[in-house]
């Protein structure tokens, strides 16, 4: 979506000087490429406005319009060249990193979660709907749906015969009367034509659904209501819901089910603490998943130990991948060593294997009985059950995955660094290690300095290393919720999804908390690096 | 019964690797014993898959399933569309079904119909995701009394079982010749062979670092522990927790005698991933896993037989957990009056039973298929069997409060934490969580 054009105008900003000042914008390509471009970004906008329309999410619609018409303003127009160029970068960061965080955020100050993911509307009909329960001994009937009218709207009329013994009926929600043999066509046990009525096939069955699913044919013992494309039975919904009171009712029992709070979430139950059902609904909790994060007892204890270990975990494994990788990248930067491409190469392979598969495979080397580690050392440590030797493991499993990366970075670092520096340096009578103090390493810094923060970032949240490893163990036997290597976002993760279903409220709100709480971290990181860039 | 992640990787790292930490064990189809499967599609990073939720695809009847059991659900499909003239589209979903199922069918762009295992009821109504089926007693007449009680939730029929799993005893025949009568005598057996240096291991029931409530359970029950009583309508009553009461004291106890600081049979260097494989290589003279073991184990050529777990000596019998697999009818799918026919009709018969068998290879739930399969593959029939003796996985929700806790007790009591205080520890843990 990026099209060149030149303006009419030279501006300071424009480094070809050499065009004409009255040239067309742009080429035939660019041209071409602009057409196309704003054509997608237009004919995207109007394929998808009529199934928003057909939503009703109106705050969406705007949204696409709004980006169709900024898109047309800054590339149809002349000059505008900042525009240009700003535009695609900042509706990508709005889109993939500020809308995300914004709708996390609005999420945090709700209930959702399992239990919580409808309406209350919504689940009061499904509640209603699933009490239909079967009249039992009541005959099955088989169905034929037919209409005088319109196979799409109905009204329609239920032709019934009685599985037991083949009596034919007709039915409407008014109620049911009996049909003479002769009066229609039966095959099969089914009736398939009758005189002045529409019979409906099976996809338009299913088409009207909807509205076929209301039909109750009242009977005594309840009404008799259709049950696929082919098939009616009788039952009874043995649940009543009253809007005025906003209870539900039982009307076999005759117990009332009034809405009643428990934990962050109403339930409707009875007077004597039965609930009707585990349904509970959508609602709006403002701060108290933030309050809950903060001042659950629980979460309070075991968060300034994981924090810590966090941190640590972080710091030694941005260390340890650096470290390896540096010296690496040195020895292997020298033009004297043979074979340097092979090494490299090779040095890559841990960073080609996906991670997923090498945390696994790792997982399986620190086995104590059978595990390679101990089989190839004779050691027998359990690695995984205690608390050093578990984070020994994450660590090095960590440094095996991490340091081709830094590897990389600084072997283009290193390269980057001027032969003729070095020279003045040894000139000066430098040793080798002393030319790396003074010059090499300050001067690799401040390349990788930004770099080491984002690593720093990215493995305080990483996810994987732990939860793929070890699963966060070992864990005290009194304390199933925070392991010895857990770091907060596996910590955190398994608060919100580990037991009792999906809390995505919740989750959001620790999800805010982190975000919060990494940002700070690398602000300060990044500020701390800018008195490395004093070098230059 | 679904690959884990980690089995996956593992058996792709193992055609890198030569060491003993093999592949081919799978998780139990408790969807709630795999800690992560109970989080949703939009957990940051909790789903390895990485891939975008499922959509729907555009068909008169849409059904979703997973790998193992689409070669069943194919024919059945492909039968019920030409007999209505419609089309029928059945999308494998490769990593977590449930959760996928609840996310899409929410947006309403779920399946019409699709397949999962009956412990997900509890959640699946909690979320309003999951109508009931309106099928007569009569019509059920024809499955195992058990199946038809696992998929009925609060007096609500809401799954059509086809098969049904729970765990059994393995033993290597060249060490362990005869069936034994008590777990004690599988234990003395297999510790006999440790002894004469023909095999590493005397059992392998499955812990690892984090215990596996699923696969202890047949020890839970023996020495007479449970997990949640019932209520008088037949369902689980998660009020009634068993965890920390004697019963689960005395499991408690054996268990840490079989532990590491005691008999070392139990150990937690056996787990999911590494149980099957050193079985089915010769190094484990009894294996206590499920059905889903059988194809690396007849790979593997070695000789072996299969028996219901026993009970302890002079204790109760074991009781395994029942998986029951099954056809729901989703709540908000386009075409509910098909869903409700191909499930309550076209799934209903000993024909498409039969092909869901040939398809999936899981024990068949209903009683004449169960019977013509078990006739010519006697290790189904022990399957069948031990399914039938077992006592349903709990559905209720207040279950994935349980899974965990519980695994990570077994596993420090294995390890040598004091018995009587983690069970007690972990049934008070467990019952204010559930509240």
């Known amino acids: ?89 900042t509706l990508l960061l709005f889109l993939f990193v500020v809308y995300p965080v914004v709708m996390t955020a609005k999420a945090s100050t709700t209930n959702f979660g399992d239990g919580t993911r409808q309406s209350k509307p919504e689940t009061i009909t499904q509640i209603i709907a699933s009490s239909v329960t079967q009249t039992p001994d009541a005959p099955r009937y088989t169905m034929t749906v037919a209409t005088q009218a319109s196979v799409t709207d109905g009204p329609f009329t239920l032709f019934l015969v009685n599985q037991k013994d083949n009596s034919i009926s007709r039915g409407t929600s008014e109620g049911l009367d009996t049909v003479a043999a002769g009066d229609v066509t039966v095959t099969d046990n089914a009736v398939t034509s009758a005189p002045g009525y529409t019979i409906l096939t099976p996809q338009q069955v299913n088409a009207a659904n909807a509205k076929i699913k209301e039909i109750a044919v009242p009977t005594e013992k309840g009404a008799i209501r259709p049950l696929g494309i082919r098939q009616a039975f009788e039952g009874i919904t043995t649940l009543k819901y009253d809007e005025a009171t906003d209870t539900i009712t039982d009307t076999q029992t005759g117990v009332t089910y009034t809405p009643v709070t428990s934990g962050d979430r109403e339930y409707f139950t009875s007077a004597d603490g039965k609930r009707v059902s585990d349904q509970s609904w959508l609602a709006t909790v403002g701060a108290d998943n933030y309050q809950r994060a903060l001042t659950d007892s629980r979460i309070r204890a075991d968060f300034i130990r994981i924090f810590i270990w966090t941190v640590a975990f972080a710091t030694l494994s941005v260390g340890t991948c650096f470290l390896l990788g540096l010296v690496l990248a040195t020895v292997l930067n020298d033009d004297r060593l043979k074979g340097q491409r092979i090494y490299r190469s090779v040095l890559l392979l841990p960073y080609a294997i996906p ?21 190839l050392t004779g050691l027998d440590i359990g690695w995984f059950t205690s608390v050093g030797w578990a984070r020994t493991a994450v660590i090095v499993t960590n440094l095996w995955m991490g340091f081709p ?132 | 019964m679904r690959m884990s992640p980690r089995v996956l990787a593992v058996l792709a790292g193992a055609t890198l690797l030569t060491t003993a930490c093999g592949g081919g064990s799978t ?39 997973d790998e193992l059991k689409a070669p069943g659900v194919k024919p059945i499909a492909a039968k019920f569309a030409a007999d209505n003239g419609i089309t029928v589209d059945v999308q494998v979903i490769s990593a977590d ?25 509890g959640n699946l109504v909690q979320n309003g995701a999951i109508a009931p089926l309106q099928i007569g007693a009569d019509k059920l007449s024809g499955y195992a009394p058990i199946a038809v009680k696992a998929t009925t939730y609060q007096s609500k029929l809401y799954a059509l079982p086809y098969g049904f799993e729970a765990i059994a005893l393995y033993r290597n025949t060249a060490v362990a010749p005869n069936e034994p009568k008590t777990l004690d005598e599988a234990i003395t057996v297999g510790q006999a062979a440790v002894k004469a240096g023909k095999v590493e291991s005397a059992l392998n029931l499955q812990q690892g670092d984090n215990g596996d409530a699923y696969h ?72 206590v896993s499920g059905p889903w073991a059988l194809p690396d184990i007849k790979k593997s050529g070695m000789k072996y037989a299969i028996s219901p777990v026993p009970g302890f000596a002079g204790q109760k019998p074991a009781k395994p957990f029942s998986g029951v697999q099954g056809f729901y009818v989703a709540s908000k799918g386009k075409n509910q009056a098909f869903a409700q026919e191909f499930v309550a009709n076209a799934m209903n018969t000993e024909a498409a039973m039969q092909s869901m068998y040939d398809g999936a290879k899981i024990p068949p739930a209903m009683n004449s298929v169960a019977a013509k399969v078990g006739a010519d593959s006697p290790d189904v029939k022990v399957f069948v069997e031990a399914a039938k003796g077992g006592d349903p996985m709990p559905a209720i929700p207040a279950m994935q409060e349980v899974w965990e806790p519980l695994g990570k007790a077994y596993s420090a009591i294995i390890g040598g934490a004091d018995p009587t205080t983690t069970m007690t520890a972990t049934g008070k843990a467990i019952a204010a969580k559930i509240g």
């Open chain 1, 355 to 375: 991670g997923f598969i090498s945390l696994l495979v790792w997982s399986g080397f620190f086995n104590k009985d059978f595990g390679l580690i101990n089989s």
């Open chain 2, 27 to 65: 998780t139990p189809s408790a969807s709630s014993s795999a800690p992560d499967a109970s989080a949703s599609a939009s957990a940051p990073a909790a789903s390895p898959s990485g891939s975008a939720a499922p959509v729907r695809s555009n068909a008169d009847l849409v059904i979703w399933t």
């Open chain 1, 405 to 536: 990366y830094m590897f990389l970075v600084c072997t283009g670092a290193l390269q980057a660094i001027p032969a003729d520096l070095k020279e003045a340096a040894a000139i000066d009578g430098a040793s080798g290690f002393t030319q790396f103090r003074k010059i090499t390493f300050p001067l690799l810094l401040v390349t990788v300095a930004p770099l080491l923060v984002s690593s720093f970032a990215f493995n305080f949240n990483n996810f994987n290393a732990v939860q793929l490893l070890t699963e966060g163990a070992p864990f005290a036997p009194d304390n199933p919720t925070a392991g010895g290597t857990d770091i907060l976002i596996s910590y955190t993760i398994r608060l919100a999804f580990g037991a009792g279903g999906a809390q995505l409220g919740f989750a959001s709100a620790i999800s805010v908390l982190l975000f919060v709480l990494t940002g700070v971290i690398a602000a300060i990181q990044f500020r701390a690096t800018r008195t490395l860039e004093d070098v230059n």
């Open chain 1, 1 to 89: 979506m990026v099209a060149t054009t030149t303006p009419t105008r030279p501006t300071p900003a424009e480094p070809d000087q050499h065009r004409p000042a009255n040239r067309p914008a742009g080429t035939t390509t660019a041209v071409l490429a602009k057409v196309i471009g704003l054509g997608l970004v237009l004919g995207l906008a109007g394929t998808i406005t009529p199934t928003l329309l057909g939503q009703e999410r109106w705050a969406f619609l705007a949204i696409v319009w709004i980006i169709a018409a900024l898109a047309l303003f800054a590339y149809l127009g002349k000059g505008r060249l900042p525009a240009k160029y700003i535009l695609p970068g």
């Open chain 2, 97 to 121: 079904l449930q959760a996928n199922f609840v996310t899409a069918n929410a947006a309403g762009n779920g399946p019409d119909v699709f397949t999962g295992a009956h412990d997900w009821i």
């Open chain 2, 216 to 287: 202890m359970e047949p020890v839970m029950t023996s020495m007479g522990g449970y997990l949640f009583g019932s209520t008088s309508a037949g369902d689980y009553d998660p009020k009634d927790l068993g965890v920390g009461k004697p019963g689960s004291i005395a499991a408690a106890k054996k268990i840490y005698e079989l532990g590491e600081k005691g008999s070392k049979v139990l150990r937690r260097s056996i787990s999911g991933d590494n149980s099957i494989a050193l079985f089915a290589s010769g190094k484990a003279a009894y294996l």
